[in-house]
């Protein structure tokens, strides 16, 4: 985890998994890299969320990969899901309902699932591909951390590649043209630039 700069209520928060995705943004904003993973990203923003002040709200930029044919570009994401919790079993075993998918307030028609394994086959990106259109390792995570401190939070992805296989190459091929738009998108949609 990596904090750069200082959060303000006045101001969102962007959250990104890597510096790899951040290595354009050119603005004030404060800037939390998490690492990769659900539980990266749910303890680095519980941990800042927790220590104060807390930002007006938080924006997740980051890459995913597409689960369907001809996704590319960016997108704000609408609702996410974890895919790699098998919710109805653990409601059949104790009677409570775990991860259930999350909708986001200003978020478009995407759905996004959210799981720590990197999808790089074929089979797991068709099985996938009938609950949503992207994936990723981070968003459902930094969603209900954020849902539980209270502030509001928005899912921007970039596609970086078509999940399956050769997926872990083309993510490391696309990840500067992938980070260059997300910079381009939070240029435009933030207001707060050096």
């Known amino acids: 985890m990596e904090l750069i700069g200082e959060i303000a209520a006045d101001r969102p928060l962007l959250v990104l998994a890597v510096k790899e995705e951040a290595q354009f943004l050119d603005t004030d904003l404060p800037i939390l890299l998490t690492g990769m993973g659900k539980v990266n990203a749910a303890t680095a923003l519980a941990t800042v969320l927790g220590r104060g002040p807390r930002p007006s709200g938080v924006v997740n930029l980051g890459t995913a990969g597409a689960l369907r044919p001809g996704w590319t ?36 028609a995407v759905t996004l699932a959210t799981g720590d394994s990197f999808i790089a086959d074929a089979d797991a990106r068709d099985r996938l591909a009938a609950l949503a259109s992207l994936v990723d390792m981070e968003a459902y995570a930094l969603a209900t951390a954020a849902a539980v401190a209270g502030v509001p939070l928005r899912v921007v992805k970039h596609v970086s590649d078509e999940a399956g296989d050769g997926a872990a190459r083309s993510w490391r091929e696309s990840v500067a043209h992938c980070a260059r738009a997300l910079a381009d998108w939070a240029a435009e949609h933030t207001p707060y630039r050096s």
């Open 73 to 108: 570009g960016t997108h704000v994401v609408g609702k996410v899901l974890q895919h790699d919790l098998d919710g109805e079993l653990l409601a059949t075993l104790t009677g409570e309902t775990y991860g259930a998918p999350l909708t986001l307030p200003d978020g478009g």
